[in-house]
């Protein structure tokens, strides 16, 4: 007998989605929360396009009651990490930080994406000295002062207007020549007087490594090759996410870009694992899309789960008569 | 509700505080989401280290000198103090047995 008939990894909309829908299945299911507790939501400010909340909502608070309504039906959410899964053997294993492990019948994987770094050393050594992922966190620190957001998407430019509450001033260095926003959000961004763009370029250094916080970046124009420094206290990245999957490689389907490979709903190639919400979706990766698939999983498992317990009673069955 | 093993460092009392034994204390402030998740974990931390290692909060909103001073940008921050002397610094969301084990590396020595 497994410890759980369903477990879940990852707390962002498709998790507690998963969790609501087993939970009132009567599977019990147990939601381990991970590091990133609450997912991208956690991150956010106001929401406006979660249906149902016609003023908006803010995102933290959104992911307070999607928990408490799991928790309503019975779902056990677990603070911790899984540090190790066993996905080759029945039941499934699951291993924890603080070194305990459980086994489940059915796993429904919800891990989500995290931010992207630029992979040039110098962002990541100055991460909380300058260099963020993370505006609603971050913006305080730069009150009154320069500052850039790199990307060309709704992120970024939701980042670089929020973070002229506190800036003087947002320089946005993007890649190409156009941005790849939603045009409201371009909109908003171009008609902001505080906000600032440099195209077809790169950030090629952030300075000062030396000095342990950020004083400028060092700017490269993709077209030209021609390099400029621009003096500034702080660097907001938003060049979007990673699938959180390295627990899982080797041991289920994932593309090349990292993201669980599905297959009919949630289906991954291990049969009684399904994945839903960012780290199975690259395409649409909207609080509410993540949600839907989350509840498709848990469907797909309980009817794994219901399946189970099918072969076990025909088992029985056959047992009692021979 | 933080645990009241947990205490409260101010611009004021920052450099008493930190200035004898290990001290881990956690930037944090009420708008940030991920310090909100970091919470619960200083919390236990507090309660497993009572006794041996100081555990705090330092709220940035509140007290913006202490973190200028150490160039803290970024919140959740931890630094840990050891005997007054800064000895590390996490950046971001940890889980909590690395932080234990960071802390006991700094008690054992």
Redesign the interface.
Known sequence: MADRKVTIIGSGPAGLTAALYTARANLKPLLVEGLEAGGQLMLTTMVDNWPGFRDGIMGPDLMTEMRAQAERFGAEVMQGNVTKVDLQNRPFTLAFANGKSITTDALIIATGASARWLEIGSDRKLSGHGVSTCATCDGYFFRGRPIAVVGGGDSAMEEAIYLTRFASKVTVVHRRDALRASKIMQDKAFANPKIEFIWDSEVADVLDEGKGEVTGIVVRNLKTGHQTTLPLDGIFIAIGHTPNTSLFEGQIDLDANGYIRTQSGTKTNVAGVFAAGDVQDHIYRQAITAAGSGCMAAIDAERYVEGMSDHHAGEAALQTTS | MASEKVKTFTDNNFDDETSKGVVLVDFW?E???????LA??VDALASEFDGRATVAKLN??ENPNV?GRY???????LLLFKEGQLAE?I????????IAQMIERHLGA
């Open positions: 402030a708008w940030c989401g991920p310090c909100r998740r619960p974990t940035v909103d973190p160039a803290v940008r970024g919140i959740p921050t610094t950046v971001g969301l940890r889980a909590k047995e690395d």
